[in-house]
T-cell receptor, first 117, second 114 residues
Framework: EDKVVQSPLSLVVHEGDTVTLNCSYE??????LLWYKQEKKAPTFLFML????IEKKSGRLSSILDKKELFSILNITATQTGDSAIYLC?????????????????FGQGTILTVHP | DTGVSQNPRHKITKRGQNVTFRCDPI?????LYWYRQTLGQGPEFLTY????????KSRLLSDRFSAERPKGSFSTLEIQRTEQGDSAMYLC????????????FGPGTRLTVT
């Protein structure tokens, strides 16, 4: 069974701090790892990572994947109060050795990030 | 608004009653997913459709749960004989078949069973 573990479960910082969120995973046939941000509503897509060592970046957010050690990190620099949210990590397996994906995501518990002014 | 929509947004029901939720995906997406999320947990996969075909259902899903997508557009999720343990946020998401992992979620339906 696929499994995703995130750490820390919660984090409280002040504006301007840099944070690193961790995600480790177990999956039978790996296709991708995804990061989502969830505020008081539905998760919104941040990043999809498929290759080891290649950093994905969007503004102050960046993420990298290590397929050998089975983990990913999400970095947020110069945090703002608007970054306060739950950050979810998920893995997407392939349905079979042929590489077809169903999109059946397994999510971690999430990291609750609180940014104080 | 061309995002994923769900109705109702909130549902309070008494134990033993049946409830039905609706999801309207992004129109060009042929894949539709249902997830359930409880407090302090990430979304848990329930089932998924490609067009009108239901291709997988979670083994954890009770027989009281059924989902349909009759014309390959909107989908409904029905829970029969609700139990207090069914109280949760029910999320719908859609994606294209090209990038199935990049899913767009609706606002969810919060179910409370009393």
């Amino acid at each position: 069974e696929d499994k995703v573990v995130q750490s820390p479960l919660s984090l409280v910082v002040h504006e301007g701090d840099t944070v690193t969120l961790n995600c480790s995973y177990e999956v039978t046939n790996f296709r991708s790892l995804l990061w989502y941000k969830q505020e008081k509503k539905a998760p919104t897509f941040l990043f999809m990572l498929t290759s080891s060592g290649i950093e994905k970046k969007s503004g102050r957010l960046s993420s990298i994947l290590d397929k050998k050690e089975l983990f990913s990190i999400l970095n947020i620099t110069a945090t703002q109060t608007g970054d306060s949210a739950i950050y979810l990590c998920a893995v997407e397996p392939t349905a079979n050795a042929g590489g077809t994906s169903y999109g059946k995501l397994t999510f971690g518990q999430g990291t609750i990030l609180t940014v104080h002014p | 608004d061309t995002g994923v929509s769900q109705n109702p947004r909130h549902k309070i029901t008494k134990r033993g009653q049946n409830v039905t939720f609706r999801c309207d995906p992004i129109s060009e997406h042929n894949r539709l997913y249902w997830y359930r999320q409880t407090l302090g947990q990430g979304p848990e996969f329930l089932t998924y459709f490609q067009n009108e075909a239901q291709l997988e259902k979670s083994r954890l899903l009770s027989d009281r749960f059924s989902a349909e997508r009759p014309k390959g557009s909107f989908s409904t999720l029905e829970i029969q004989r609700t139990e207090q343990g069914d109280s949760a946020m029910y999320l719908c998401a859609s994606s294209s078949y090209r990038v199935p992992g990049e899913q767009y979620f609706g606002p969810g339906t919060r179910l409370t069973v009393t």
